[in-house]
T-cell receptor, first 115, second 115 residues
């Protein structure tokens, strides 16, 4: 089944403790992206990747890192999480990075709570 | 389930009636538009899309209308069913300055279907 898989689905942790949220897609998609979803603000893009080893900042990149060493994986790293990073996070992908007219496929989300 | 928004516009419709969900987009240069459905505890799912050179597109029980003059997008759901209860949001897409695909998501509308 074609899908975008995120892990963990839920995580409660403390300020300053490094964490990684994994994202994997099995559709051979070029483009991958991370979003956070907060009440009243909709989805905001954190980082995106056009292909392996090509990443760029989205609208809210502060406090996050990403890597794209393999086409299928796009982990989101919080080196020193803070409470304002408490949010619902989504990973998404689409087949061609340079094609405008394609919807993205989303994972089921990761709920992070930073205490 | 996951809470995707505390201040979302809400729409309640009777089962079997038609639903109309509206979206105002912001960028007159946007040339691709997508509607997503997000159920509780799930990631956004693609419903239907439309390019800027069209003003109407129909799918199975859904129709999207695009009015570029007033920058307005609507999603019509025919014969609404309980399974249609979800948050619906639109997304607009255009060529960004430094990227190939700048996507802006709306905050969403919560649809409740009354049996």
């Amino acid at each position: 089944e074609a899908q975008v898989t995120q892990n963990p689905r839920y995580l409660i942790t403390v300020t300053g403790k490094k964490l990684t949220v994994t994202c994997s897609q099995n559709m051979n998609h070029e483009y991958m992206s991370w979003y956070r979803q907060d009440p009243g603000l909709g989805l905001r893009q954190i980082y995106y990747s056009m292909n392996v080893e090509v990443t760029d900042k989205g609208d809210v990149p502060e406090g996050y890192k990403v890597s794209r060493k393999e086409k299928r994986n796009f982990p989101l790293i919080l080196e020193s999480p803070s409470p304002n990073q408490t949010s619902l996070y989504f990973c998404a992908s689409k087949l061609y990075a340079r094609s405008l007219n394609q919807p993205q496929h989303f994972g089921d989300g990761t709920r992070l709570s930073i205490l | 389930g996951e809470s995707v928004g505390l201040h979302l516009p809400t729409l309640s419709v009777q089962e079997g009636d038609n639903s109309i969900i509206n979206c105002a987009y912001s960028n007159s240069a946007s040339d691709y538009f997508i509607w997503y459905k997000q159920e509780s505890g799930k990631g956004p799912q693609f419903i239907i899309d439309i390019r800027s050179n069209m003003d109407k597109r129909q799918g199975q029980r859904v129709t999207v209308l695009l009015n570029k003059t007033v920058k307005h997008l609507s999603l019509q759901i025919a014969a609404t069913q309980p399974g249609d209860s979800a948050v619906y949001f639109c997304a607009e897409s255009s060529r960004g300055k430094t990227s190939y695909d700048k996507v802006i998501f709306g905050p969403g509308t919560s649809l409740s279907v009354i049996p």
